[in-house]
Nanobody
Framework: QVQLVESGGGLVQAGGSLRLTCAAS????????MGWFRQAPGKEREFVAT????????YYADSVKGRFTISRDNAKTTVYLQMNSLKAEDTAVYYC???????????????WGQGTQVTVSS
């Protein structure tokens, strides 16, 4: 089992920045590909970003490319999402997820956090 706890969400004005943090515990963190997803009200959950086991490769949704940066610190068993130039359409609950299937990009993520709310006012 892997436990994931997100933090860092909040209310920010358009154009501002936030950094989300996901603290992991349980099994060996470096064995997992990590990802961030989000779900806006009335919409399906969507992929935001993912990062490989050692952080050497990242991949982003087109909607956040150039504005968001995913990173990880395996020593601290933590993954981050730095969000800059935020827009109203970035408003959503953001979820951290872990995939231990050995594939990149993953076919599925087995473990999920509880989510953290990000609200961007225009």
């Amino acid at each position: 089992q892997v436990q994931l706890v997100e933090s860092g969400g909040g209310l920010v004005q358009a154009g501002g920045s936030l950094r989300l943090t996901c603290a992991a515990s349980g099994r060996t963190f470096s064995n997992y590909v990590m990802g961030w997803f989000r779900q806006a009200p009335g919409k399906e959950r969507e992929f935001v970003a993912t990062i490989t086991w050692n952080g050497g490769s990242t991949y982003y949704a087109d909607s956040v490319k150039g504005r968001f940066t995913i990173s990880r610190d395996n020593a601290k068993t933590t993954v981050y999402l730095q969000m800059n130039s935020l827009k109203a359409e970035d408003t959503a609950v953001y979820y951290c997820a872990a995939s231990g299937g050995g594939l990149y990009p993953p076919r599925k993520y087995e473990y999920w956090g509880q989510g953290t709310q990000v609200t961007v006012s225009s």
